[in-house]
């Protein structure tokens, strides 16, 4: 069976620091990967989706970036982290075939990021 | 822009009681319509889901109605249970070429006992 697994859970980081969350995912192969923030009130927000390895679509211009170095694993970074990068951010997957359309997607249990 | 708007933001339903969330869509291309739902600290997860051609679909307590006319659907959750109490995100797929999920903004859905 498919697992996801997304770390850390939480992660309280100062301003201006930099960020690496790292998502992996097991018994699939050749996933479309996607990471998501998630803000009060603001529902999910999609950042970046990647339909294979190298190849990275950003949704929103911001202070963030991801790559995906390996098949099922998909990295999101910051180099200087703002106040404004706080909140929920959730890895998830669905079935590839080399386009980012899906009907399904499996997310991540999250990491909650505090900047301060 | 916002493509999928959903209302309400929040509800409160007695133990029993139907819980009703809609969502009205944009874009005539979509043609894929889940519902997921969210525990707190957890990750969504698909609850149900429908497509245009047919207009409820239900799965043990859920369903889902959609009235492509009106570009509406809503989810109807019966005999609401504290369990329930959830976030409910509903969202919208075009299945051609380069497509990902637009998903509304969520209900806060409290079931009180």
């Known amino acids: 069976s498919q697992t996801i697994h997304q770390w850390p859970a939480t992660l309280v980081q100062p301003v201006g620091s930099p960020l690496s969350l790292e998502c992996t995912v097991e018994g699939t192969s050749n996933p479309n990967l996607y990471w998501y923030r998630q803000a009060a009130g603001r529902g999910l927000q999609l950042l970046f989706y990647s339909v294979g390895i190298g190849q990275i679509s950003s949704e929103v211009p911001q202070n963030l970036s991801a790559s995906r170095p390996q098949d099922r694993q998909f990295i999101l970074s910051s180099k200087k982290l703002l106040l404004s990068d706080s909140g929920f951010y959730l890895c998830?997957?669905?079935?590839?075939?080399?386009?980012?359309?899906?009907?399904?997607?499996?997310f991540g249990s999250g990491t909650q990021l505090s900047v301060l | 822009q916002q493509q999928v708007k959903q209302s309400p933001q929040s509800l409160i339903v007695q133990k029993g009681g139907i819980s009703i969330i809609n969502c009205a869509y944009e874009n005539t291309a979509f043609d894929y319509f889940p519902w997921y739902q969210q525990f707190p600290g957890k990750g969504p997860a698909l609850l149900i889901a429908?497509?245009?051609?047919?207009s409820e679909k239900k799965e043990g307590r859920f369903t889902i109605s959609f009235n492509k006319s009106a570009k509406q659907f809503s989810l109807h959750i019966m005999d609401s249970q504290p369990g329930d109490s959830a976030t409910y995100f509903c969202?919208?797929?075009?299945?051609?070429?380069?497509?990902?999920?637009?998903f509304g903004k969520g209900t806060m859905l409290l079931v009180s006992p």
């Open positions: 998830a997957w669905s079935t590839g075939q080399g386009t980012p359309t899906n009907e399904k997607l499996f």
């Open positions: 429908i497509r245009p051609d047919v």
């Open positions: 969202a919208a797929l075009m299945n051609s070429g380069y497509s990902t999920l637009t």
